[in-house]
């Protein structure tokens, strides 16, 4: 990625003997740069050259690959800084902490538990971290294999005794858990356990500096399945950390082009869920906490559905009739777009007002009332066709439909073509209340 | 290979504005929020709590429970949430609601002045959100709060005429409301600001909405304001009112006592406005209205932590 062809040159062998279809090596070196040549048609590129091509093509985030099965996952890829530039591609990985000094079996079937119903999709944690805290290696090993047994989510084995992880991989290996962590003292032997496993490697250091130091180590003895961990704790060094990596790796500075990880873990579990949080919006790839409590979890998944969703490509819910409340034949019945956050507005307005009401949801494409009238998906026509099709009127004993206050231009084109009366409701959902009080209920 | 850490050379910085009778400072970052690393951050951000006028209608109980003794009463209501430690008071005027008591300019200005004299913190005065009433009460308000140096709001496109006028004549800082459009907040900063109130006496106010809620484009808007105001756009470049309260305490995830799946109110209900104001800090929020005392505790820690070097 990004390579000129003068810098592809320079890695070349300038024999210019025109094996490769091209009259010069610098002319081969353009047609790489232009990804119109592969660097196979030269049969002299030295093998120190082709590695340096290589990495130097690779994304500036690599991918990591995590777990093995349904919830198998993974990392990296980013493009970004801001979300607003791009997006955010792998949402981080959320990590309850187990101990191997506490009933492992009980605290994974409470991190099971926690599966919540967001905007209608189904949202979960990511991870389950196994601590070594009793210091033993077949305890580690044994409470690994308890948690494997009873969850199917990806495991991240932490223990500093290589031992340990040697034996907890032994148990968990083959379903690729993140090993925790290459330090540097050993970073070797840390090295020689994942790799047979192919098992992502987390290297740890001190501050910056000892870690692109350790993780170049690392590379050296050929290993690139890597996370970085800077070894910063503090809420104020973390994020600029993960800042400062996330933007080194950007500018393509390899040894921080790898996911990251960041332990929120405290004994204060409001102050766990609100660092996780902040660490999830600013680049953490994995995020580690002890609490399965659903309210301290809750949040930090609901930041990230929100964080991670694509600006470019909001969510939507289905075109439908919704029913709030069991409503009867004289409730009202609201029109609004099948972008969820429109939806669940006035949903959620509506049911905040006890107001039993049908909710019909165009189809825009998932866009928003005004944005989608000015793009033209929500028109007298969309709205006519839904309200027919879906046959609302049928489930009603009036004739009146209720459009957004912001599209009210809408209004006399839409009663022509469906022969209701449509009311303008108003601006905000958040009137409805008062709007239900006053014009509805009166 | 050494790290060589990346500094952002920015070119510009986010106005620094001066608040109450005692000159609170706010503003001035010339970097990113918390990155210490790279700029300064000289005031830290800064958090409110609400004084509604009149008892509110629609506050679910665990947020009446710490204020059950104050509702009716504003200037009791103010002096605690000064003791339970807000650093300002946003004073909603509520009651002048046509839905509500309809009061009148001269009725809400005298609670105003009464909440304002009995506190040394600086005021936030909020209308009852009502753009037409708030036009008529809010320059009455500016009137009897002379000398106070309040923030007042919320001015939009279509009254902020007659309420900046009156806070440009009575010393007073004004919110200015957008619907979460870079665009839109542009072009009201500069009305205002064409009709003589100077930029750094201006907070934008994005619009927020809560965790769960539209958080992101909120977001979004910070982070890109904020890049705005770092790169030399001054009619960007203003602090950023945040209000947290009201929108997270709308959240079903705040507001409903009893879903035993979500864990018990208590945590949660704090957790969803504390959540959503750590995240618009580290997007670059700058004054944050909340509405819970344990919230305010809550985030004013983790800006404590974050402001460390
Ligand atoms: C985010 C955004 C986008 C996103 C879309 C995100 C999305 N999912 O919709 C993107 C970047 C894709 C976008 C694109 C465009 N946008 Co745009 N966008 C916005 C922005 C900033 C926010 C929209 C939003 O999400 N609002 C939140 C949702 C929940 O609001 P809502 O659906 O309106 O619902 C509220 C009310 O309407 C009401 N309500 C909803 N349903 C109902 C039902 C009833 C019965 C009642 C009573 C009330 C009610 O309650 C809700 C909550 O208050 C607005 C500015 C703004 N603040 O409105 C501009 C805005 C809507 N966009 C605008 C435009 C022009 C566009 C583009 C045409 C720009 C362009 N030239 O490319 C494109 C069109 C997209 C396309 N071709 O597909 C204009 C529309 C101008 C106009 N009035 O005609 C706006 C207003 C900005 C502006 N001032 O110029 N946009
Ligand atoms: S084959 Fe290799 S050495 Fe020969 S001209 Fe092409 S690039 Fe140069």
Redesign the pocket.
């Known amino acids: 990625m990004g390579l000129t062809g003068l810098e592809i040159f320079k890695q070349?062998?300038?024999?210019?003997?025109?094996?490769?279809?091209?009259?010069?090596?610098l002319?081969?070196?353009m047609q790489l740069a232009a990804g119109k040549a592969s660097l196979d048609?030269?049969?002299?590129?030295s093998d120190a050259a082709r590695e340096a091509l290589d990495s130097a093509s690779a994304p500036p985030i690599a991918l990591i690959k995590i777990g093995a099965g349904e919830k198998a996952l993974e990392l990296g890829n980013e493009t970004v800084l801001f979300r607003h530039e791009k997006r955010f591609e792998h949402p981080t990985a959320v990590t309850i902490q187990v101990s191997d000094n506490e009933d492992v079996k009980a605290k994974v079937e409470k991190i099971n538990k926690l599966v919540f119903e967001l905007v209608g999709q189904i949202h979960q944690v990511s991870m389950v971290a196994v601590a070594n805290d009793s210091g033993d290696a077949s305890k580690f090993a044994d409470a690994v294999k308890t948690a494997q047994e009873n969850t199917a989510y990806p495991l991240l084995l932490i223990s500093s005794d290589v031992a340990a992880i040697e034996a907890a991989l032994e148990v968990a290996g083959a379903n690729k858990p993140v090993v925790y962590a290459a330090d540097e003292n050993n970073y070797e032997a840390m090295v020689n356990a994942a790799k047979k496993y192919d098992a992502p490697l987390v290297v740890k250091g001190n501050d910056l500096e000892s870690l692109a130091a350790l993780v170049e180590k690392v590379a050296a003895l050929g290993y690139k399945n890597l996370i970085l961990d800077s070894g910063a704790r503090e809420t104020s060094k973390v994020l600029q950390d993960q800042t400062q990596i996330r933007r080194q790796a950007l500018k393509l500075f390899r040894p921080f082009g790898y996911p990251t990880i960041a332990f929120a873990n405290n004994a204060d579990p409001i102050v766990e869920s609100l660092n996780a949080s902040a660490f999830t919006a600013k680049y953490a790839g994995i995020v580690v906490v002890n609490s399965a409590e659903p309210q301290h979890i809750l949040p930090i998944l609901t930041l990230r559905l929100n964080v991670y969703t694509d600006p470019q490509k909001p969510i939507a819910v289905e075109s439908k009739v919704y029913e709030i409340l069991n409503p009867g034949p004289d409730a009202p019945v609201l029109i609004t777009t099948n972008f969820s956050l429109s939806y669940f507005c006035v949903a959620g307005d509506t049911e905040g007002a006890r107001q039993p009401a049908y909710i019909v949801t165009v189809d825009t494409d998932g866009i928003s009332v005004l944005t989608a009238w000015a793009a033209g998906k929500f028109t007298p026509e969309t709205i006519a066709d839904t309200v027919k099709n879906l046959g609302v009127m049928d489930k009603v004993n009036h004739k009146k439909i209720i459009i957004p206050g912001g599209v009210a231009v809408l209004s006399g084109k839409t009663a022509e073509l469906t022969g209701l009366e449509v009311i303008v409701g108003p601006g905000e959902s958040a009137g409805l209340p008062s709007f239900f009080k006053k014009q509805w209920n009166q | 290979m050494a790290v060589n850490i990346i500094k952002e050379r920015w070119t510009s910085k986010v106005a620094e504005s001066t608040l109450g009778p005692d000159g609170l400072k706010i503003g001035g970052e010339s970097t990113l929020p918390f990155m210490h690393f790279e700029g300064e951050m000289p005031n830290r951000p800064v958090t409110a709590l609400e004084v509604f006028d009149m008892e509110p209608a629609d506050w679910p109980e665990m947020l009446k429970a710490p204020y059950a003794d104050v509702l009716g009463d504003p200037v009791a209501w103010a002096k605690k949430v000064v003791d339970l430690g807000a650093d300002m008071v946003a004073l909603r005027l509520m009651s002048a609601h046509p839905d509500w008591k309809n009061a009148s300019a001269e009725e809400v200005a005298k609670t105003a002045k009464a909440v304002a004299d009995a506190i040394s913190v600086p005021l936030i005065v909020i209308g009852c959100g009502v753009e037409e009433k708030d036009g008529e009460i809010l320059p009455v308000v500016a009137e009897a709060l002379e000398g106070k140096k309040a923030l007042i709001g919320c001015v939009t496109q279509a009254n902020y005429k007659s309420i900046t006028a009156a806070a440009n004549g009575y010393g007073h800082n004004l919110i200015a409301s957008t619907p979460l459009d870079i665009n839109l907040c542009k072009q009201l900063n500069i009305l205002i600001s064409e009709m003589g109130l100077p930029l750094d006496r201006i907070a934008f106010d994005p619009l927020v909405g809560a965790l769960g809620y539209g958080i992101e484009y909120a977001y979004s808007i910070m982070e890109r304001a904020r890049l705005g105001a770092l790169t030399g756009d001054k009619t960007l470049a203003t602090p950023v009112v945040c209000f947290v309260g009201q929108e997270a305490w709308k959240a079903k995830e705040a507001k409903d006592p009893d879903v035993p799946e979500w864990g018990p109110q208590d945590e949660r209900a704090i957790l969803w406005e504390t959540t959503t104001a750590t995240t618009f800090a580290i997007a670059g929020g700058t004054i944050f209205i909340l509405r819970h005392p344990e919230s305010n505790k809550r985030f004013k820690a983790f800006i404590d932590e974050s402001m460390k070097a």
Do not use: D, R, S, W
């Open positions: 070349l062998p300038k024999k210019n003997c025109k094996e490769c279809g091209q009259p010069t090596c002319a081969f070196a048609a030269c049969p002299y590129v």
